[in-house]
């Protein structure tokens, strides 16, 4: 089994980017060697006559890692469903590239994070969704969801479709959860712990910053002080390093 763990959403813009380098700068704070991985990104911007995936570069940061070919192999422009955006770039995604570059973080960290595209039936090649990605890469799963009224039903619906495939889902996170939450999202995360068969294993707070890395830190911050916390690192299969 990897010392690894495949972050998805319920689907796009949920914070599996924030979540996840959050969850990094917390290992990395606590002397943990850790990797960080966005196999495809769509939706990346040009800078310096490169192609730049805005997510893996947070990520790097939060690990304190190079943002290398291996921590994001595919960057592409189009901000779709990267299927279709590798189709409109001519870009051929090959998974066993993903796998190689993959294998090679495992082998440089002790524990690597990675962070999928959307939800987990988003296309990524031809007839390959997300979800064949985690199986290829044999990985257990992380479940980010929002926190608000429609959460519970994309929650169940994740982790179900996550346990039909045959992929073993080690907990949800509920993100950006605010100060003061309206009914739904009081009845959320009782529901989602209950309901979706796997267990909650953290709220983490709207955090009220513009910059990404403040919200990170404030997060990383927010998730030290907070028993649970170990339980989370448990979980996700941190405990033996
Ligand atoms: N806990 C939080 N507090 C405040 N803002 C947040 C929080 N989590 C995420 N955000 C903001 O919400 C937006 C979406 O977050 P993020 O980019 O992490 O989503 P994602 O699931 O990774 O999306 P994608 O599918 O594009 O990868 C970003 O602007 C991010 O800064
Ligand atoms: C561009 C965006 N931020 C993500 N990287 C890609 C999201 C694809 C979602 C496809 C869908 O579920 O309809
Ligand atoms: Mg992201």
Redesign the pocket.
């Known amino acids: 089994m990897s010392n690894a763990i495949f972050i998805t959403?319920t689907?796009?813009?949920?914070?599996?980017?924030?979540?996840?380098a959050a969850l990094a700068r917390l290992l990395r704070k606590q002397g943990i060697n850790v990797g960080v991985m966005k196999p495809v990104?769509s939706?990346c911007v040009e800078r310096d006559d490169s192609v730049v995936s805005e997510?893996a570069e947070l990520l790097a940061w939060a690990a304190g890692v190079p943002l290398d070919e291996e921590c994001a192999p595919y960057c592409l422009r189009t901000p779709i469903a990267p299927a279709v955006a590798a189709s409109r770039e001519n870009v051929r995604i090959d998974f066993s590239r993903i796998r190689d570059a993959f294998e090679s973080l495992v082998n440089r960290h002790d524990f690597v994070l990675v962070?999928g595209?959307?939800g987990l039936m988003v296309p990524l090649s031809g007839g390959l969704m997300v979800a064949d990605l985690v199986l290829a890469l044999k990985l257990p799963l992380l479940v980010?969801a929002r926190p608000d009224l429609g959460t519970i039903n994309h929650t169940v619906l994740t982790c179900f479709a996550a346990k039909q495939l045959g992929i073993e889902v080690r907990g949800t996170i509920i993100?950006?959860y605010p100060d003061k939450p309206d009914t739904a999202e009081e009845y959320a995360p009782h529901l989602i712990d209950s309901l979706s068969g796997a267990p909650l294993l953290g709220v983490?707070?709207?955090?009220?910053?513009a910059d990404?890395r403040i919200?990170v830190e404030t997060?990383t911050n927010h998730l030290s002080g907070q028993g649970t916390t170990k339980i989370l690192l448990r979980e996700i299969g941190i405990e033996n390093i």
């Not at 689907?11 to 996840?20: E, L, N, P, Q, Y």
């Not at 983490?204 to 910053?209: G, M, N, S, T």
Request: net charge negative.
């Open positions: 959403g689907d796009t813009g949920v914070g599996k980017t924030i979540a996840t990104t939706g997510d962070e595209a959307g980010v993100n950006s983490f707070p709207k955090v009220e910053a990404q919200i997060l």
